[in-house]
């Protein structure tokens, strides 16, 4: 999370994200010990904002409106200095970090996928040999990069891209600049790598891009999707729903999937 008003977390540009910024200040203030955790009585996170009328609403009828960080979002809407000096791109951006960064961020983090590029752009300028600012972007939610990457929701790629990611790129990078080990050839240059398993990871020095916006190279793990027979099998599995419902028609339709913040796993960002 770098800009929580830009685009991550709270304020997408100015539009406020009511699903998981209610829920996550509650789980986090609303007791001490973080015992007491968010509830619902629908299975659509949208009907609970329809019935309430308005975020500042719901959030007066569960209390929410009574913890501090909550007042902080109520009371600063507009990008404002509370937002502006604690935006870690242009705090770094001031005084850049002499040390090395990897920035790995989701492409489909759902919460926080402007932190990340936005970060490697306001430092790329301090690091024009490319040696200590590098940037990653996977095929992953939020957080995934450190968990199971073999899909996102009913697409399934050929292994698991995030522990590919892990083994391949953060593991001897770490081991570069903390264990002395030999240098990765994927920092500072152009290349492409092919895994056993299909998995491509490419680096490309984006010609096209718009002036001062990411004119670097950056790591981008791309992962061809499933496509054996016993593949496609699981996926048509996965598509169909777990139980239908009549209405007046007679057609029957699909019991809505409720909209929220977390995965069926419980993770953030799914």
Known sequence: MVDGWMGDDWFHNGAFRQDGAL????????TRKNDATWWTDARDT?????????????????????LGYWRELVA?????????????????????PK???????????QEDMYGGPALYQALAGSDPRGERVH?????????????EGRGIGPIMFEGDTAAWFRRTIMQPYLDYYLKDGPKPDTLGCSCTRREPTSGIA????LAHAPPGVLQRPVLSICWPTASSDSSRRRRRKRSRPRRRISTTN???IREARPISHATDAGHWGG
């Open 99 to 109: 040390v090395p960064m990897l920035i790995v961020s989701g492409l489909f983090d």
């Open 23 to 30: 829920q996550y200040v509650y789980d986090q203030e609303a």
């Open 202 to 205: 490419t680096m490309d020095g």
């Open 76 to 96: 600063h809407t507009a990008y404002d200095s509370f937002w502006q000096n604690q935006a870690v791109d242009k705090v770094l951006a001031k005084d850049p």
């Open 250 to 252: 007679t057609y029957p």
């Open 135 to 147: 940037l990653v972007l996977g095929p992953w939610n939020h957080g995934q990069g450190r968990r």
């Open 46 to 66: 949208y009907e609970v904002f329809l019935r309430a009328g308005s975020a500042g609403a719901l959030a007066k009828a569960r209390g929410v409106d009574e």
